[in-house]
């Protein structure tokens, strides 16, 4: 295992590298400019320059590029434009918020997508197959945001169970902080559920026709042992690898989910850092999501060997 | 050679998924409820304790705190204080200043100053943290929309440690504009207003943590000059940039109350009467046009717009109705308001339809720059329908706000421009210089030695001279109809009924000296 992190570790690099550039090229392709964004519309063009030569704006790009590489070796992140603090402590303040909600959703993502997933692929009746295919497609087809506002209106203001608005952290007060959490990662966790729940369906089905569950049959095995000792860890890999996948798109689904739930994550420092054209926090989010999304790569990599023993890390 | 996998089962990791599941739900079943907790313990009456949550769309932004942002008005005026405050009526108030005299010319203006006000640092406020305010105030990078009145200063004396003198060239009539705008800052701190490392003012509330794009919290300033105040603990300010979340922190009771609600959810929610309106201003929302490019280089043509214009409509369907309508740039209670010339140009589309082809631009393609915010989006569809039906041919060009700033600063924003000015408070006087629409500079790109000299009759009148003044440059800005105001919106603050005592003043800024929670 240590040989083939260490022989990712020169692509890894070379991503960053080439992450980096698009990083600090993007934000400044995007019309508009921080001075203007920070010194206000009704700034005289004299303030405007006055704040561009502060910020340092005024001088050439590469002079620019090469400033924040140099502090990116020795751990300088830059500072916001818009409030003076270093990009990394506003990223590091915000993380446990995204993170925290990311867990809870990648745990009730995984636990009802399999649920799903296995329900699905058992046999069954036609009126409850019908009722869990129904379940399966309005749940893919609600967006974070509507299942989100529709929780707050029953849950937060009609019937109010759960607070709808802001959050406690679970490392301060778990007992609070998971009533903040509950909603929001049920909202960003229920239409990728739906998606892991169909692929474990259909991967189920498949296993179902393989000869070892029909010699399974055969000898007299329960139908539930065959499900969970024959069935669903066969066809899990699958699942492994979309869960992987679905990491990311329930980071980029935080984005919508902390607005209507009012949390401070990551999500809603990039919209306002992108908002206020705050190149160097967006020049960090951007390096950072390429980071992680690499790094959750491997880490799949290395789950789906220990659930398929046919894998092979050498052989990837 | 085939290695075998270490580590978890697969067994191990169903189970694993499955427990921590539990435990979760576990956590949720067995504790104390957030949404209780959230629901406070307010007592009756005007009694000390208690935290005030408040919540703005907008973050805080400290090395700004000499100019009027929405992201300050929350915390602003409990942290600092300015030398006076222009109460509803328009009269100026004493907060830090005892008193002041004017000379005969209006030239020289002397401030006597309290002598019991404290920074939170214990020292205390002298003559020369005014001067030291002041000057700040002039500095354009300090961005406050003052700058220009400051400038005017031509000089600051601290005499003695509570008097101060400031001379001008000429009179203003913005001086206690300025005064009510510009916070008195701790001159020895002042650099750590930067990065919100050092905030520290004379206020009733001390700043005590930021989180930027989050939270700030303040705490009571125990050794605050007027006995007994504040009566709250401490105040919060969450910053919740969607419209749909902050109404729901309200709702849900998570906050007392919240800036930057839309007008239109902001009515709909004192129907509710468990919440009511503090009024915080107002914007003025004009039709800007570019004077030196065509086909809006013809008087003829800019005043077909101002016909063309259904401000009624603008003010029924965009501010469901909560809206002044009104062709002039002051704000309705300015004093000497020539209200006979605010309704100069009533729609009128046949009237506009032949001024258009008096100045043979009919079918004149014209692009209408706006921001991509939901009112001005809404007041172009309106006034592009009004357009085609005078003979224009409009067409939106719609820029992220960002853009949209960057463009107006380099007044770069094409022949038609959709802006808003949150400037409903200031004088006259003021809105001449503060007003991008107006100033010298401004985007339509107007400027005329008439123009300029009505401004100063403006700028320096008297009492006595003010009204005849204000009707001469109105007179005259309507006729060249470079700049058309839509209607000038209401703004306001949502307020919980469980808050009491809170004071809103002009510009939007809220002090909470004597705010308490009551059930």
Redesign the interface.
């Known amino acids: 295992m240590t040989g083939h992190l260490l022989r990712r570790l020169p692509s890894l690099a070379l991503v960053l590298l080439v992450s980096s550039v698009i990083a600090f090229a993007l934000p400044r392709l995007a019309p508009g400019d921080p001075a203007a964004a920070i010194a206000g519309a009704d700034a005289s063009p004299r303030a405007v320059a006055e704040v561009r030569a502060e910020l340092g704006l005024d001088r050439s790009l590469p002079a620019q590029y090469a400033d924040w590489i140099t502090g990116l070796g020795s751990g300088d992140f830059g500072t916001s434009f818009v409030n003076g603090r270093p990009a990394a402590e506003l990223i590091a303040s915000r993380l446990g918020s995204t993170v925290e909600l990311a867990i809870v959703a990648a745990i009730l993502m995984t636990v009802l997508g399999v649920g799903l997933g296995v329900l699905g692929g058992t046999p069954r009746g036609k009126v409850s197959r019908a009722v869990l295919d129904l379940t399966g497609s309005v749940l893919l087809a609600a967006p974070p945001f509507l299942t989100g506002l529709l929780l707050v209106l029953l849950l937060g203001i009609a019937f109010p169970v759960l607070p709808v608005s802001g959050e406690v952290s679970l490392l301060d007060d778990p007992g609070i902080g998971i009533q903040y959490l509950i909603l929001p990662a049920v909202a960003l966790a229920l239409p990728q559920a739906a998606a892991i729940g169909r692929l474990v369906e259909t991967a189920m089905r498949q296993a179902r026709q393989e000869d070892y569950v029909d010699l399974a049959v055969a000898k007299g095995v329960p139908p539930g042992r065959v499900t969970w000792r024959h069935v669903l860890p066969n066809s899990l890999g699958t699942a492994v690898v979309a869960i992987g996948l679905r990491v990311g798109e329930l980071l980029a689904g935080a984005i919508v989910v902390e607005a209507v739930f009012a949390r401070n994550g990551l999500g809603a420092l990039a919209v306002e850092s992108v908002k206020n054209r705050d190149y160097l926090v967006i020049q960090a989010l951007i390096l950072g999501s390429v980071l992680v999304a690499a790094l959750i790569q491997i880490l799949t990599e290395l789950l789906l060997t220990r659930l398929d023993p046919r894998v092979r890390l050498e052989a990837r | 050679m085939?290695?075998?996998?270490?580590?978890?089962s697969?067994?191990l990791?169903?189970a694993g998924?499955?427990g921590?599941?539990g435990v979760?739900l576990f956590?949720?079943t067995?504790?104390?409820?957030?949404?209780d907790?959230?629901a406070g313990d307010a007592a009756a009456g005007p009694v000390r304790g208690g935290v005030l949550n408040l919540a703005a769309n907008a973050?805080a932004?400290p090395?700004?705190v000499l100019?009027n942002?929405a992201g300050n008005w929350l915390w602003r005026r409990l942290v600092f204080e300015p030398l006076a405050e222009i109460d509803a009526s328009g009269t100026p108030q004493p907060v830090l200043a005892k008193s002041w005299a004017f000379d005969e010319a209006r030239t020289k203006v002397t401030i006597e100053l309290r002598d019991d006000a404290k920074f939170h640092s214990g020292r205390a406020l002298t003559a020369a943290d005014v001067k030291f305010s002041l000057e700040q105030a002039a500095i354009?990078?300090n961005?406050s929309?003052l700058?220009a009145v400051a400038q005017k200063i031509t000089r600051i004396e601290a005499d003695g440690d509570h008097r101060v003198v400031l001379t001008l060239d000429r009179p203003t009539d913005s001086l206690f504009d300025l005064f009510h705008l510009t916070m008195i800052v701790d001159s020895e701190t002042f650099a750590g207003l930067?990065?919100?490392a050092k905030v520290v003012g004379t206020g009733p509330f001390v700043w005590k943590e930021w989180?930027?794009?989050?939270?700030l919290s303040l705490e009571r300033n125990p050794s605050y000059r007027v006995p007994e105040r504040p009566y709250l603990d401490g105040v919060t300010v969450?910053?919740?940039?969607?419209p749909?979340?902050?109404q729901?922190?309200l709702?849900?009771g998570?906050v007392q109350l919240a800036a930057g609600i839309g007008t239109k959810d902001a009515g709909l929610l004192t129907k509710d009467d468990k919440f009511s309106l503090e009024n915080a201003g107002g914007v003025f929302y004009p039709l800007g046009l570019d004077v030196t490019a065509a086909p809006f280089d013809k008087k003829e043509a800019r005043q077909a717009v101002a016909y063309a214009i259904d401000r009624e409509r603008i003010k029924d369907q965009v501010f469901g109705g909560d809206a002044t309508v009104t062709d002039l740039w002051w704000s309705p209670g300015q004093d000497g308001y020539p209200q006979d010339l605010a309704t100069k140009y009533s729609y009128d589309p046949a009237k506009a339809r032949e001024l258009v082809e008096k100045a043979g631009v009919k079918g004149a393609k014209v692009p209408i720059t706006l921001a991509n915010l939901p009112i001005p989006q809404s007041i172009f569809e309106i006034v592009q329908n009004n357009l085609r039906e005078a003979g224009f041919e409009p067409v939106a060009e719609v820029?992220?706000?960002?853009?949209?700033?960057?463009r107006?600063?380099?007044?770069k924003l094409g022949p038609a421009f959709l802006l808003l000015?949150g400037m409903v408070g200031f004088s006259a006087a003021t809105i001449l210089d503060?007003?991008?629409s107006l100033r010298a500079?401004n985007p339509s790109k107007f400027t005329t030695d008439e123009y300029d000299d009505l401004r100063t009759a403006v700028q320096e009148a008297t009492d006595d001279t003010r009204a005849t003044a204000l009707s001469g440059l109105s007179d005259y800005m309507l006729d060249e109809a470079f700049s058309n105001v839509t209607v000038v919106a209401n703004q306001y603050h949502v307020k919980a009924r469980a808050l009491a005592g809170v004071q809103v003043v002009a510009l939007g800024s809220v002090v909470a000296t004597d705010a308490y929670l009551t059930k």
């Open positions: 085939r290695t075998s996998p270490q580590g978890p697969r067994r990791l169903l998924g499955l921590v599941a979760s956590s949720l067995g504790c104390q409820s957030a949404v907790a959230g973050d932004q090395a700004f100019a942002r354009p990078a961005a929309q700058a930067a990065d919100g989180k930027p794009g989050a939270s969450s910053v919740i940039t969607d749909t979340a902050l729901s922190a709702r849900g998570r820029l992220d706000t960002a853009q949209f700033d960057a107006q600063v380099e007044g000015h503060a007003m991008p500079g």
